[in-house]
């Protein structure tokens, strides 16, 4: 079945440093890949996404590429912020059924991140 | 206006308890989600239905039933509530396969 492996956490950094958080994938067919935030007490929220193969997705100075060859979705900031404190969730969404009508998301176990003043 | 929102935010209960959580969505979507997240921060789906039908059940206990009387609406009935029950249970909604879901903020479930 489809799964998501992301690196362990936690992850602590300092504010300005530069962040790398690792997402890799299996799949059957081919995916839309995302990476959700979870800050705490809140539920999920969509923090970019990429639906195939060298899409970049970008929001708030996060990026991640759509890697086929390496089936890869590395989540990066070039300067984290206080504010990025949280979980780091990287998920796929796959389909099936007549149509692909049937789908679901799979997430991976989650980073958390933490950032210091 | 809170665009998938559920009741209660929290929920203390003793165990053998039996326990409803209810979700809706304003944004018109076709499918809703439940999932179960531990302390661990991991997160598993549950149950999936879309226009009222159920879609993926992966493996829940018998003693988890997903009800859905209309599309905007997905609540979970919990029978015989055991420890192991303790974690936060997310509601979402999405359109499509290639939409993002969009999350309720949780009700956390504590079982003593």
């Known amino acids: 079945g489809n799964s998501v492996t992301q690196m362990e956490g936690p992850v602590t950094l300092s504010e300005e440093a530069f962040l790398t958080i690792n997402c890799t994938y299996t799949a059957t067919g081919y995916p839309s890949l995302f990476w959700y935030v979870q800050y705490p007490g ?37 300067s984290v912020q206080v504010s990025d404190s949280a979980v780091y969730f990287c998920a796929l969404s796959d389909r099936w059924g007549s149509g692909g009508s049937n789908y679901k998301l799979t997430f991976g176990k989650g980073t958390l991140l933490t950032v210091n003043p | 206006d809170t665009a998938v929102s559920q009741t209660p935010k929290y929920l203390v209960t003793q165990m053998g308890n039996d326990k409803s959580i209810k979700c809706e969505q304003n944004l018109g979507h076709d499918t809703m989600y439940w999932y179960k997240q531990d302390s661990k921060k991991f997160l598993k789906i549950m149950f999936s239905y879309n226009n009222k039908e159920l879609i993926i059940n992966e493996t829940v206990p018998n003693r988890f039933s997903p009800k859905s009387p209309d599309k905007a609406h997905l609540n979970l009935h919990i029978n015989s509530l055991e420890l192991g029950d303790s974690a936060v249970y997310f509601c979402a909604s999405s359109q499509d396969w290639n939409s993002p879901l969009h999350f309720g903020n949780g009700t956390r479930l504590t079982v003593t």
Request: proline fraction near 0%; charge should be positive; avoid cysteine.
């Open chain 1, 42 to 78: 809140e539920g999920l929220q969509l923090l970019l996404k990429a639906t195939k193969a060298d899409d970049k997705g970008s929001n708030k100075g996060f990026e991640a590429t759509y890697r086929k060859e390496t089936t890869s979705f590395h989540l990066e900031k070039g």
